[in-house]
């Protein structure tokens, strides 16, 4: 049966680009055939900062009688709007669909629609072509040899890096799916070929020439090669590994690698064909996975395979998020479906890298699906050790992860909660509810890492009722910084916390929903230098129902400040709040402390040991006052590594400290002033305005 909207979609694309291609089509009538093949979405990335291409194509049957065009894919030349307007139809679906048009202008590659076309499920299609997430998967890897060039890896080190043959100890496209999937998906080297690798030889040039064209001639001569015309009843997946210098649609060489979604068929630019994320990336459209963004950045969510991927053979180390891992079901034994809409949720959450971890409790979850709205969200505690030790999404590491997915099936990361840390998905329901995701705890120190998540209707507060909301920015040494708030007529019970903050000169936000009542924060510093302004314009702020009670950022140690009353009775009294010391405002221009001007220019070199390079620090401090002046850049060093770091000084007499490095070097004003190995502590003092220094 086919389906009446799609019909008139087709009829509109076909009218909204019969302009430019009229003429052509006049004058080529005896081209004109009737077109029968199935939808298939092609998705290419690209390298560097280049944006991807999604393109629509037909995908001939593998038994037509036209040896010409015999399973080959032909581009249906859509312009851009048009092939989002498909994306986001429900009713298309990537190698599900099949297409039907009485009149169409085939050539080579492409075929141009001139006239009414409809599309239908192809039930029968679908069944034969559901890839299974779980079982064993036949793959062969295609080496190219043309006229003008060839894939530059060989034989071998394709069997390496794809199949881990001769190197079973780095990452690859078969160690990285068994390990996400802990072996319920595995992936095999066809043995139809010597290693699971087979080389085309072609019998023309490919430089210049479009990838889709390459693509055909390639599976044209595997067809040769094989002695089938159906390349899928052979194998379930092809890597093709074309020579460097073929032609995307956008008519760049720099494209990284492509696949169809819900295809047997993908393809990569030369080196990229050893890629180990490309190939989990690619190979995931395959199994019909989408691209994972974050917010409205294409490709930017990087806690996963679907988004960017890296040239390199065996990083990083990493899974897909917990959108995805939805999708693929290897968890679902660990997966929980809530509805906040009927009843609210507590649970606890732990990473995938603890799968098999036997002490998780049986109740904790993988996958948290949020369901009651037009869009699913979900929820994953995003681990960072073992199997995803590599996880490149920024500020993620150990945090709760919330996802989105729309209508087209890509995901969208929307927040990185913190413990106690909260985020709001508005619209949700009929559009008019909000629901609230909290990382209620983390807890990293008990086997396995444990975060209790709650979500829940955000209900409207009541006359009694208002949001407590704390405001802080960090410094420049974050986890220096806790806090608390305390209710007063309630035994000291803690309403809100927090600390260990791992970003600098970050803005963080928590709230609760509080009954009025009088409350004490209590803030403290483990160096003893506040939140400003020695090392940054770092300040907090407490409001309730948008009232500020509490702020400040200038104290030595600790801080305590209490407003408020014990009296449920009414509301807090916003007119008279009456802290026990007067807070101070954030402030407004640069502290005198933060220098402005380049009077001494520094750069340190240093070498971290083998072992406890988090060890690692140095320190300019004046010679005349104990403050430290600048502390090391980076918050946490690496063992065995290098850094340079530079920056500026005011005009002073300073002392330099550094403990624990392999080799050290300073430099002042670009003059070289001491260095040192193999030592614990050492100490350089009075340099600058105090000594007789060249600088």
Same mark, same amino acid.
């Given at each position: 049966?086919?389906?009446? #909207?799609?019909?008139?979609?087709?009829?509109?694309?076909?009218?909204?680009?019969?302009?430019?291609?009229?003429?052509?089509?006049?004058?080529?009538?005896?081209?004109?055939?009737?077109?029968?093949?199935?939808?298939?979405?092609?998705?290419? @990335?690209?390298?560097?900062?280049?944006?991807?291409?999604?393109?629509?194509?037909?995908?001939?049957?593998?038994?037509?009688?036209?040896?010409?065009?015999?399973?080959?894919?032909?581009?249906?030349?859509?312009?851009?709007?048009?092939?989002?307007?498909?994306?986001?139809?429900?009713?298309?679906?990537? +190698?599900?669909?099949?297409?039907?048009?009485?009149?169409?202008?085939?050539?080579?590659?492409?075929?141009?629609?001139?006239?009414?076309?409809?599309?239908?499920?192809? #039930?029968?299609?679908?069944?034969?072509?559901?890839?299974?997430?779980?079982?064993?998967?036949?793959?062969?890897?295609?080496?190219?040899?043309?006229?003008?060039?060839?894939?530059?890896?060989?034989?071998?080190?394709?069997?390496?890096?794809?199949?881990?043959? /001769?190197?079973?100890?780095?990452?690859?496209?078969?160690?990285?799916?068994?390990?996400?999937?802990?072996?319920?998906? @595995?992936?095999?080297?066809?043995?139809?070929?010597?290693?699971?690798?087979?080389?085309?030889?072609?019998?023309?040039?490919?430089?210049?020439?479009?990838?889709?064209?390459?693509?055909?001639?390639?599976?044209? @001569?595997?067809?040769?090669?094989?002695?089938?015309?159906?390349?899928?009843?052979?194998?379930?997946?092809?890597?093709?590994?074309?020579?460097?210098?073929?032609?995307?649609?956008?008519?760049? #060489?720099?494209?990284?690698?492509?696949?169809?979604?819900?295809?047997?068929?993908?393809?990569?630019?030369?080196?990229?064909?050893? %890629?180990?994320?490309?190939?989990?990336?690619?190979?995931?459209?395959?199994?019909?996975?989408?691209?994972?963004?974050?917010?409205?950045?294409?490709?930017?969510?990087?806690?996963?395979?679907? /988004?960017?991927?890296?040239?390199?053979?065996?990083?990083?180390?990493?899974?897909?998020?917990?959108?995805?891992?939805?999708?693929? +079901?290897?968890?679902?034994?660990?997966?929980?479906?809530?509805?906040?809409?009927?009843?609210?949720?507590?649970?606890?959450?732990? +990473?995938?890298?603890?799968?098999?971890?036997?002490?998780?409790?049986?109740?904790?979850?993988?996958?948290?699906?949020?369901?009651?709205?037009?869009?699913?969200?979900?929820?994953?505690?995003?681990?960072?050790?073992?199997?995803?030790?590599?996880?490149?999404?920024?500020?993620?590491?150990?945090?709760?992860?919330?996802?989105?997915?729309?209508?087209?099936?890509?995901?969208?990361?929307?927040?990185?909660?913190?413990? /106690?840390?909260?985020?709001?998905?508005?619209?949700?329901?009929?559009?008019?509810?909000?629901?609230?995701?909290?990382?209620?705890?983390?807890?990293?120190?008990?086997?396995?890492?444990?975060?209790?998540?709650?979500?829940?209707?955000?209900?409207?507060?009541?006359?009694?009722?208002?949001?407590?909301?704390?405001?802080?920015?960090?410094?420049?040494?974050?986890?220096?910084?806790?806090?608390?708030?305390?209710?007063?007529?309630?035994?000291?019970?803690?309403?809100?916390?927090?600390?260990?903050?791992?970003?600098?000169?970050?803005?963080?936000?928590?709230?609760?929903?509080?009954?009025?009542?009088?409350?004490?924060?209590?803030?403290?510093?483990?160096?003893?230098?506040?939140?400003?302004?020695?090392?940054?314009?770092?300040?907090?702020?407490?409001?309730?129902?948008?009232?500020?009670?509490?702020?400040?950022?200038?104290?030595?140690?600790?801080?305590?400040?209490?407003?408020?009353?014990?009296?449920? %009775?009414?509301?807090?009294?916003?007119?008279?709040?009456?802290?026990?010391?007067?807070?101070?405002?954030?402030?407004?221009?640069?502290?005198?402390?933060?220098?402005?001007?380049?009077?001494?220019?520094?750069?340190?070199?240093? @070498?971290?040991?083998?072992?406890?390079?988090?060890?690692?620090?140095?320190?300019?401090?004046?010679?005349?006052?104990?403050?430290?002046?600048?502390?090391?850049?980076?918050?946490?060093?690496?063992?065995?590594?290098?850094?340079?770091?530079?920056?500026?000084?005011?005009?002073?007499?300073?002392?330099?400290?550094?403990?624990?490095?392999?080799?050290?070097?300073?430099?002042?004003?670009?003059?070289?002033?001491?260095?040192?190995?193999?030592?614990?502590?050492?100490?350089?003092?009075?340099? /600058?305005?105090?000594?007789?220094?060249?600088?």
């Amino acid at each position: 049966m086919y389906s009446k #909207t799609i019909f008139f979609l087709f009829q509109l694309i076909s009218i909204s680009t019969a302009t430019h291609r009229r003429a052509n089509l006049r004058s080529r009538q005896q081209n004109d055939q009737s077109l029968d093949c199935t939808l298939v979405l092609t998705e290419t @990335q690209f390298e560097g900062d280049l944006p991807e291409e999604h393109r629509w194509e037909c995908e001939m049957d593998s038994d037509l009688n036209d040896e010409q065009l015999r399973g080959h894919y032909l581009d249906l030349n859509l312009g851009s709007d048009e092939v989002l307007t498909l994306q986001n139809m429900s009713h298309i679906q990537s +190698g599900k669909t099949k297409l039907h048009a009485s009149h169409a202008l085939i050539e080579k590659s492409k075929a141009i629609l001139h006239d009414k076309a409809m599309v239908e499920q192809d #039930t029968s299609r679908e069944a034969a072509r559901k890839l299974s997430v779980t079982g064993k998967r036949e793959v062969l890897a295609v080496r190219v040899v043309a006229n003008d060039k060839s894939t530059s890896s060989s034989e071998n080190e394709l069997a390496k890096e794809i199949f881990g043959i /001769g190197d079973p100890n780095g990452n690859n496209l078969k160690k990285g799916y068994a390990q996400c999937s802990y072996n319920q998906l @595995q992936i095999e080297p066809s043995p139809r070929a010597y290693n699971g690798i087979h080389t085309v030889t072609l019998n023309e040039s490919v430089i210049g020439q479009s990838m889709l064209d390459v693509k055909n001639s390639v599976l044209d @001569q595997l067809r040769i090669d094989f002695s089938n015309f159906d390349l899928n009843s052979l194998f379930d997946h092809v890597m093709i590994c074309l020579p460097h210098g073929t032609k995307s649609n956008s008519g760049s #060489t720099n494209w990284a690698a492509s696949a169809v979604v819900n295809g047997y068929v993908s393809f990569f630019n030369d080196s990229w064909c050893t %890629s180990f994320s490309a190939q989990m990336h690619e190979i995931g459209h395959n199994l019909g996975l989408r691209h994972s963004n974050e917010g409205n950045d294409n490709y930017e969510d990087k806690s996963g395979f679907m /988004g960017h991927s890296y040239n390199h053979p065996n990083l990083p180390n990493m899974c897909f998020n917990t959108a995805k891992n939805y999708e693929l +079901g290897w968890y679902a034994d660990k997966t929980t479906i809530v509805k906040p809409l009927k009843n609210k949720w507590s649970g606890q959450l732990v +990473g995938y890298v603890d799968n098999q971890n036997p002490s998780t409790p049986s109740m904790a979850s993988i996958v948290t699906k949020i369901e009651g709205s037009k869009f699913d969200y979900f929820i994953g505690f995003n681990r960072k050790t073992g199997i995803n030790s590599g996880n490149q999404e920024e500020d993620a590491a150990d945090k709760v992860l919330i996802h989105m997915v729309g209508s087209n099936g890509e995901s969208s990361l929307l927040a990185k909660l913190g413990s /106690g840390e909260s985020y709001d998905i508005s619209e949700f329901g009929d559009m008019s509810e909000t629901i609230v995701v909290k990382a209620d705890t983390i807890d990293m120190s008990s086997n396995p890492a444990i975060a209790t998540v709650s979500v829940m209707k955000k209900e409207p507060t009541t006359f009694n009722e208002g949001i407590l909301k704390m405001t802080l920015k960090t410094d420049r040494y974050p986890s220096e910084t806790s806090w608390r708030i305390v209710d007063n007529c309630n035994d000291d019970k803690v309403v809100m916390e927090g600390g260990n903050y791992g970003t600098k000169h970050h803005i963080y936000e928590q709230w609760e929903t509080v009954s009025n009542s009088q409350f004490t924060l209590q803030i403290s510093d483990t160096y003893g230098d506040g939140l400003c302004c020695g090392q940054g314009e770092g300040f907090f702020s407490v409001t309730f129902d948008g009232v500020e009670f509490a702020s400040g950022g200038e104290f030595a140690k600790s801080e305590s400040l209490t407003w408020g009353e014990c009296n449920n %009775s009414g509301p807090i009294h916003h007119d008279t709040p009456s802290p026990t010391k007067a807070p101070t405002a954030p402030p407004t221009s640069s502290p005198s402390a933060s220098p402005t001007s380049c009077d001494i220019t520094y750069q340190v070199f240093l @070498q971290t040991p083998q072992s406890n390079g988090s060890a690692t620090s140095w320190s300019f401090a004046s010679d005349l006052e104990p403050t430290i002046a600048l502390r090391s850049n980076v918050e946490s060093y690496q063992s065995d590594s290098l850094y340079i770091e530079q920056g500026c000084l005011p005009s002073d007499c300073y002392n330099f400290k550094i403990h624990n490095a392999a080799v050290y070097g300073l430099k002042i004003n670009d003059v070289s002033i001491a260095q040192s190995s193999n030592f614990v502590d050492q100490e350089i003092t009075l340099f /600058g305005t105090c000594q007789d220094i060249a600088i």
